[in-house]
């Protein structure tokens, strides 16, 4: 067990009511009235719960919306005006991190019920600014100053990945795949069309050998989920509680360069190992898994860091049909970044709300069967930054 | 505008000018004064010689704003024959083949310019040996 | 010839003598039938084969490491013990910020170092070697170094643009003894003559066509060479090689002739044919391919011609250290065997003469 993530005691901290707002190319709604709609939701999804704390998951709002000080803008401009609010920055790991703070702060017993917002202006600026501002997650002395962006790190993993393991060069097609089909019948997806082979192997090259389906769009997007303690929630609720059983983060080199083995995501793989320890689970426990596939390599890597597969094998259960909604090991139920949409640091959020539909069975077309236990895992960066939380429905 | 942060580098990037550990001897690109291998106090100046071998590589189509007017070029992860791994453009690659494992030596390149009239900032790059039998 | 007109021989206290030197030379190449397929419809001849362009992430700086690297690499100093590192140029990337620092900074030169950035149209180069030879020769100096190196400008559609190319080469100077070729005196000659020039802030430089020939270049370049040999008391059959500026094939050659030179003596150091006028670069790799080539005991003449104008002219003679120094760096002939050939259309972006706002 990494001792950076000591098993905690025993505790009741729950999810009392999440919110999932349409991923998307938003013109006509800022920052802090997608950050509203998202709170408002929670809120009412939690029965009119009000949060003593907000916890905002943003990375690029002061690069692409010159804007800073979310938790007092947000709070004030969503009726909360007062409370402790701060903003919470980890690049695409920000939606994990924020909510482990607000577990913490709940642990701790300062706090009884906190706000975790997750939301991304990505739409106010266009073109090469957004490359820019996605690029400050690589190390801007040593990568970014090379025109390397998440794109080319992603591209260059998966050049690597392809030649060691010998792996054909569409080994990764069945992620981008699978996500499409997830996101078909997800209302809040920005792509809901299925995507087939064929299509993917035409799909033109953003960072070669990656291609556009390889990669998740960047997009305007806000979801929240309300913690409490058990001692606040509704004492009547129609849908099953759902408890946090493990939350663990771990961090490596920023750049792919100063990684001892790019081919393996320590943190991600050492923040999974933690919360499994916590929670006293194993990987096959596992019914869901929301993988942060902003890339498709990051999913064959995820699945083999969270132990779902041997190193250099992760591809395969995309290859082999086992990542499906019926699968060994569904992920990215809803569509995932590649066809929901990758919102920056509110992807987390949406992550974990979404893996409280399937353990509530609110999933709705998306359903998994038999969901006792979901995991959720989002990552800064190529995994510079891993958060896992894995939940239970009581 | 931007002076100080690219000024205080460039050691490093006009000539891989890098760290040895005088505990475990290890070469340690980018510096970073501690030893990534023992974690040991590391600032031994090392002059690395250039030479490595392309590790990985991809091709930028969509570059960020002080890349786009390169747009499409070449990145690189170089196995340096030191030993680290470091992060690069490749340059001057003309029609040869490009492939992991290929041989490559480093050059000093334009690698921005902070706008039309900011600094124009230089650095590593690597390209296929000039002299392929050196 | 009198006690006055000998004093005209530029000739330091101590010999000194070339202890390493270095061509470069980028990839690109653009056929001259590529301008002429723009401009003139491909009808009428032109001047050379093809020119050398720089990529798009090479300038002067950017060049002038390359040669340096290349220069130390057969002078085998520790470039600690170079005191002056001077550039010659018309292409300085900056106005105002010295070439030279940075490639100082990036041979290991500085900080105990004299850096300076010199201008003379295409004779920068050759400027910063005679001041060389004098900083070195005065003894103040143990080594120095001169580089001469140009990304040369030429307006679309102008006479110049089937010509500018982009090269040069790195020299460093040292004690004679420790030489590969010793310096046996320099001559300059300069008069104020208005044949080209850049005014400050021009993109393209402006010319005056034929007057840039008979009471330019030649009145220049020919005076500048009778006037070293007479001084070193040297005829033209004493000379291996002969190099001169080179702004197009048809100037040298004609120069050479008219000085009684056979061709034999003047092709190994004429490249412009293959590589265009690399400006202040010109004369300097010209003398790179001739070490590349030359044999012990070979006498060499070199005279620049810069625009404004002057020449300067030098008579050296290459030692026994020379063949076994020479292959510790790319030779000029690798770079031009390196190439790659574009179209008007990536010269056109490569140069910076798309508008992009």
């Excluded at chain 1, 769009?217 to 946090?244: F, H």
């Excluded at chain 2, 600032?43 to 499409?72: C, I, M």
């Excluded at chain 3, 012990?296 to 008579?315: E, T």
């Amino acid at each position: 067990m990494s001792p950076r993530n000591p098993s905690p005691p025993a505790h009741d901290v729950f999810i009392a009511g999440v919110s999932l707002t349409k991923a998307g190319e938003h013109w006509q709604t800022s920052l802090r009235e997608l950050a509203f709609e998202a709170v408002r939701l929670a809120q009412i999804d939690a029965g009119g719960l009000v949060p003593q704390a907000l916890y905002v998951a943003n990375a690029f709002a002061p690069i692409l919306s010159h804007q800073i000080q979310l938790g007092a803008l947000i709070a004030d401009f969503s009726g909360l005006r007062g409370i402790e609010a701060v903003t919470v920055e980890a690049a695409g790991a920000s939606g994990g991190m924020a909510l482990r703070q607000a577990f913490l702060a709940l642990m701790s017993g300062q706090l009884e019920t906190a706000m975790v917002l997750g939301v991304e202006k990505m739409t106010d600026k266009i073109g090469p600014a957004v490359l820019s501002a996605l690029a400050t997650t690589t190390d801007a002395d040593h990568e970014a100053v090379h025109g390397i962006t998440p794109a080319a790190q992603a591209a260059l993993l998966m050049q690597r990945y392809l030649y060691e393991y010998e792996a054909p060069s569409n080994a990764l097609a069945g992620f981008s795949i699978n996500s499409h089909a997830n996101a078909v019948t997800n209302p809040n997806a920005i792509f809901q069309r299925a995507l087939s082979e064929e299509a993917y192997t035409k799909a033109a090259m953003v960072c070669e050998p990656l291609n556009i389906m390889d990669a998740a769009p960047s997009v305007d997007g806000a979801a929240a989920v309300l913690l409490a303690r058990r001692s606040v929630l509704p004492s009547e609720s129609e849908t099953p509680r759902v408890r946090i059983l493990g939350s663990a983060s771990a961090t490596s080199a920023l750049a792919l360069h100063d990684q001892p083995d790019i081919l393996t995501f320590t943190a991600a793989a050492e923040s999974a190992h933690a919360a499994y320890a916590q929670s006293g689970l194993k990987a096959k426990d596992i019914d869901v898994f929301e993988l942060h596939d902003q890339f498709s390599i990051f999913s064959a890597l995820s699945l083999e860091a969270a132990g779902f597969a041997e190193k250099g094998q992760g591809w395969r259960l995309a290859h082999d049909g086992q990542i499906g909604l019926q699968g060994r090991i569904p992920i990215t139920t809803f569509g995932g970044s590649t066809a929901r949409g990758d919102s920056g640091g509110a992807t987390g959020v949406y992550q974990l709300a979404e893996v409280v539909l399937q353990l509530q069975k609110r999933a709705d077309k998306n359903q998994v069967m038999d969901t006792k236990i979901g995991m959720a895992q989002c990552l800064g960066g190529i995994g510079s930054t891993a958060c896992t939380h894995i939940l239970g429905r009581e | 505008m931007e002076v100080s942060r690219h000024w205080r580098l460039k050691k490093q990037r006009y000539a891989l000018e890098g760290e040895v550990c005088p505990h475990c001897h290890a070469k340690i690109f980018p510096p970073r004064d501690v030893c990534p291998d023992c974690g040991l106090d590391a600032r031994t100046l090392y002059q690395f010689s250039g030479r490595g071998e392309v590790y990985s590589f991809a091709k930028v189509q969509d570059a960020p704003e002080a890349h786009s007017e390169q747009s499409p070029y070449t990145v690189a992860l170089i196995r340096l024959e030191e030993g680290p791994l470091v992060t690069a453009q490749l340059t001057d690659i003309g029609d040869q083949p490009l492939e992991v494992g290929s041989p490559v030596e480093m050059v000093t390149r334009k690698l921005r310019s902070d706008g039309e009239r900011g600094m124009l900032v230089y650095g590593y790059k690597f390209r296929p040996l000039l002299r392929p039998s050196i | 010839m009198n006690a006055s007109q000998q004093d005209r021989l530029l000739k330091p206290m101590e010999e000194v003598g070339i202890v390493g030197y270095g061509a470069y030379i980028p990839r690109y190449r653009l056929p001259a039938k590529e301008v002429s397929r723009i401009w003139t419809d491909g009808e009428g001849g032109v001047p050379i084969v093809e020119k050398a362009v720089p990529g798009l992430d090479e300038d002067v700086i950017t060049m002038s490491i390359e040669a340096a690297r290349n220069a130390l690499a057969r002078a085998a100093i520790d470039p600690s013990e170079i005191r002056a590192v001077w550039v010659g140029s018309e292409s300085h990337p900056y106005a105002v910020k010295p070439s030279s620092t940075v490639v100082a900074e990036a041979i290991g030169a500085t900080p105990h170092t004299q850096a300076a950035d010199w201008e003379f149209a295409c004779k920068a180069g050759t400027e910063a070697l005679q001041a060389a030879i004098g900083l070195v020769g005065s003894g103040m100096a143990r080594y120095a170094m001169a580089i001469g190196m140009d990304t040369a400008q030429g307006r679309p559609g102008d006479a110049l643009e089937y010509t500018t190319g982009a090269g040069g080469a790195a020299i460093i100077l040292g004690p004679a003894k420790e030489s590969m070729a010793r310096f046996e005196g320099s001559y300059s000659y300069a008069t104020d003559t208005p044949d080209f020039w850049r005014r400050s802030n021009e993109t393209y430089p402006e010319h005056g066509e034929r007057f840039t020939g008979e009471p330019a270049y030649f009145e220049h370049i020919l005076t500048a060479a009778r006037e070293i040999m007479k001084l070193t008391d040297t005829q033209s059959e004493d000379f291996a090689h002969v190099v001169f500026h080179q702004p197009n094939a048809k100037f040298p050659m004609r120069a050479g002739r008219m000085l009684g030179f056979k061709d034999e003596q003047i092709k190994t150091g004429l490249l412009v044919s293959l590589i265009g006028n690399t400006y202040a670069g010109s004369p300097m790799i010209g003398l790179s391919a001739v070490l590349d080539k030359g044999q012990p005991g070979d006498r060499v003449l070199l005279v620049s011609y810069g625009s404004g104008a002057g020449s300067d002219a030098f008579v050296l003679s290459l030692t026994d250290r020379l063949p076994a120094l020479r292959d510790r760096a790319p030779r000029t002939q690798e770079y031009i065997d390196r190439r790659t050939e574009i179209d008007y259309a990536t010269y056109a972006r490569y140069r910076g003469k798309l508008a992009l706002k």
